[in-house]
């Protein structure tokens, strides 16, 4: 079944690889490390289409490793804004600067999962796509097919031990990379996690879960939890054309962002703390936000002709508010004032 499976779906990858501005043609040398690393750490748990734009613009300004490593931190959390996770952008620049300390990537996957940040899943892709190396990468959509073609039961995440044991199985030793991207695009095109289209896909006759009649069952997923609903209010503080603010904590939730100043959500969220200024303030509604761990109502207060806070901060112009790197949450926040 093992040759049967890479060959075929191999075939398969040479007349259907998705064109992507981070990989090679099929059959072609293989892409940058560079490149396939940044791809690779922008795809975590976001998608393709939101990447596009994010690995465009970084590439255009940090265009290979050393350019990266040599950028302020600061940068390239703004330029990340909007993407989330953004211990990955934190990461991203520890990782640049190994690299470049040491001339280059290197070239195992055993030696990559030494570079700060590079977890197995992220050292496996690159050590396959980058360098040619057999290596069993296991993304998502890689779960998703593995499970059906082998018909693994067990539910998520225990049963990722078993799909890793099936996906090392079928993973060839020669185009390795190809084979784990052609793995990914069957994951995201045609055995999808909602209505698989089973009539187009190359492995549709090995299949145990088409077989047995209903591979969308598969994987089986432990049931959801659900998120806790923490309440927070943030600040807006306003004078002469700008808005003041803040950089939070390295560490924890949206570390190292420019952000509004709020009263500490992350914690309980009660939304108790005291304001920064005295006097008074108006509402501009609520901003709603989900976590992977939580959801959030953030409260708007806003202050205008205001006196500068006391402790560190910047007056940011409104009119060049977009550049400031806000995350999702307080861009969402400086958009529901400036509607109001």
Known sequence: MAATVSETLLAWYDRHARDLPWRARPGAAPPDPYRVWLSEVMLQQTTVAAVKPYFAAFTA???????????????VMAAW??????????NLVKCARAVAGRGGFPATEADLRELPGLGAYTAA???????????????????????????IEDPLPGARKAIRSAADSITPDRRAGD?????????????TARDPRCLLCPL??????????????????????????????????????????????GTG??????ALPDDGWSGQGDGTADPPLAGAWESAGVVRHVFTHAALELSVLVQRDAPQPAGPGEWWPLDRIEEAGLPTLFANAARLVRAA
Do not use: H
């Open 125 to 151: 892709a690159v050590a396959a796509i980058a360098f040619g190396q057999r290596a069993v990468v296991v993304d998502a959509n890689v779960e998703r097919v593995v499970a059906r073609l082998f018909a």
């Open 204 to 249: 549709a006759q090995a299949c145990a879960a088409r077989a047995a009649g209903d591979p969308a069952r598969l994987p089986v997923k432990a049931p959801r939890k659900a998120k806790p609903l923490r309440r927070g209010r943030a600040w807006w503080i306003e004078r002469d054309g700008a808005v003041w603010l803040v950089r939070r904590a």
């Open 81 to 90: 804004a909007g993407l989330g996770y953004y211990s990955r952008a934190r």
């Open 253 to 258: 939730m949206l570390g190292g962002m420019r």
């Open 179 to 191: 084979f784990a991207q052609a793995m990914m695009d069957l994951g995201a095109t045609v055995c």
């Open 61 to 75: 300004r940090w265009p290979d490793v050393e350019a990266l490593a040599a950028a302020p931190e600061d940068d």
